[in-house]
């Protein structure tokens, strides 16, 4: 099982690439020969990167939804919009399309990335982005902390 873990500051050139981060690349070893799949984030304005066996359980669950329901279909077209294979190049850099760059808003003014190791999955930040979201004082983090913990505990996963 993957538990990605670190905080990475790299670049994109204005190409949309960004060298991978060499730890990163060492946590991935088993499973980076499978490729990688970005994707929007759903919450937050940052993009998303699975190791491509994750993102296929993720597609699995994907599939349990109902083709002739139409807020499955819709959930499943918004979830799935834009999400894209990637592999790291010879020089072990990974491209990164422009409409999802551009979603995350990095441009070619705002360069500068974060890349943070979320157990199964990456999150590709803009740095401005990621200061304002996660490092930000606006949320009273011990209260989200009990909270989550009081939804974890609901659901008898103590």
């Not at 490729?35 to 699995?60: A, S």
């Not at 994907?62 to 990637?86: D, E, I, P, V, W």
């Amino acid at each position: 099982m993957l538990n990605l873990l670190g905080e990475y500051h790299c670049k994109v050139d204005a190409k949309g690439r960004l060298l991978f981060p060499a730890r990163l690349k060492k946590q991935l070893e088993n499973v980076l020969h499978h490729g990688l799949v970005v994707n929007r984030d759903i919450f937050t304005q940052c993009l998303v990167v699975y190791p491509k066996p994750e993102w296929d359980m993720v597609n699995e669950e994907m599939s349990k939804l109902s083709r002739y329901n139409q807020k499955h279909q819709m959930f499943q077209r918004k979830f799935m919009k834009g999400a894209t294979l990637l592999e790291l190049d010879s020089v072990g850099r990974l491209s990164l399309p422009a409409s999802l760059l551009d979603y995350a808003g990095v441009d070619g003014s705002k360069n500068e990335l974060v890349i943070s190791g979320l157990g199964q999955k990456m999150e590709i930040w803009a740095l401005d982005q990621y200061n304002a979201e996660v490092l930000g004082e606006e949320m009273d983090f011990g209260a989200l902390a009990e909270e989550v913990r009081k939804d974890i505990d609901a659901k008898g996963d103590k």
